[in-house]
């Protein structure tokens, strides 16, 4: 069992740890064409004490906090995706409900099977008809004699097949009193009427587990229900958070892995009499790649050490990391030419595995909707960091002044109706990331403290500031977007 850690340089120490046994044991190539993680390995992470790292020390977990998850599925995600998807999953929207709103029986009766990974966790909201839309469940959770009923189906279920435990999220409109809303239920493996479907044929994340789940005329006893009924909303804005935090953190190791390997294969690979590493604009190439894997960890760091910020800091997180990831994983197939191209290389699963990341937990765009609901309210200008050096931290600042500014010219000409104009809500929420990265980058630089940090950072905010002029030179055009539709290609 991993010792409870005090500081950053103890979880680093883990997640070496993990990162070490990962490389030797994870052979990503072969779990892809296999479709599946073998038992054994999942029985290694489990006396590893991967998966009750987040879960109550009372409990036989770790009892650690939502930096050691992500420092661990960080540094999982550089070997393999679909490993740290699968104990990402079960630390994260798997059992961040039940760590959080359990009681003391319900944590006796699930937690300590759960903490050493003979039993694995898994979370469903999804369903044919409610996607990004949350508030669209047709599950039901209702009275059923002394218990509760729950009829409903779900998709896309991450660790389906694996799981023991079910946190299913339903409509309850006769619980729960006043509060008519949702509310989420533990749902086990072995109750009668839960249906596991198929795996799922996927593009990427092959080896982890994704199925429906058939919730037929189910009746639970009472103390399946978790939390307060009629409270689900709000709990699944805790629960994803939490979880995109984690994601966030394997998007930072998809890209880390990424950028490794295209490194290695630009110093080896020889065209135009030198390797590739020594043509300018591969080096350029290079250095974009790093600066955006700087400053995307850089943004998962923060978020995953404040627990107050998090409903919004998960959002910015969560979206930019998935797209970093996506940026570096597309330049290092590129740059590894037709071999990139080739699976053998290990790269094309790269590419494949990290698509989803920006559809799931939350359609990047909506996020960025959600992102901006919170700049609109709470955004202003960036007061100086006492640590950082002042000329770095003024051109971050001028990231946060934009997006402020933007906020501001918004709020003048649409008054109550920008809340809902998605165009404008989307485009505030592309502007407030970009500043809430630059920051986190800047932070980053004055915390490491070398001159590759500050060059870092300031390639970024170059970056940052060059895409928040492309989202101010293009006001939306309701007209011509109406127009561009007309036209059948
Ligand atoms: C491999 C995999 C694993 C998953 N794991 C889980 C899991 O464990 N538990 C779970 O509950 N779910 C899971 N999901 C489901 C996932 O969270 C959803 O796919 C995601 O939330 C998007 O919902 P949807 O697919 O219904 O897309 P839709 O809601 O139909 O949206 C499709 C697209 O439309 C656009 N869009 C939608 N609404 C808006 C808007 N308001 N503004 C702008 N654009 C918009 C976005 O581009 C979006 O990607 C998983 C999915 C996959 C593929």
Redesign the pocket.
Known sequence: MLDAPATDDETEAIAETVGRWADQRIHPLALDRAHHIPVGLLHEMGEMGLFGLTLPESHGGSGLGLSAAAAVIERLARRDRSVATTLG?HLG?GTRGLVRYGTPAQLERWVPTLSTGKTIA?????EPDS???LSALRTTIGPHDDGLSVRGN?I????GALATLYTVSGRSPELGGARRGQSLVLLSRADAGLVIGAE?V?LG?RASS?TTLDLDDMAVPMDRLLGVAGTGAEMLRHILSWGRTVMAAGCVGTAAAALAATRAHTEQRVQFGKPLVRLAVVREQLADMAAITFAAGALVHDASRDEAQLEISSLSAKVFASEAAGEVCDLALQLHGGYGFIEETGIALLVRDTR?TR?????N??LR?HRGLFAAVTESAAAPHPEVASEAWARAARVRTASSRAVRQAKERLGLRLGGD?RVL?ALGARAILADVTEAAVRRAAREGTPAAAALAARWTDIAASRISAIDSREPDTSQSEHCLEWTP
């Open positions: 999953l929207l898994a979370f469903a909201t999804t996607g990004s839309d779900k896309f279920v991450t660790n799922e996927k994340l994704t989803i559809i799931f937990e939350g359609a765009d909506v909707i998605h989307h």
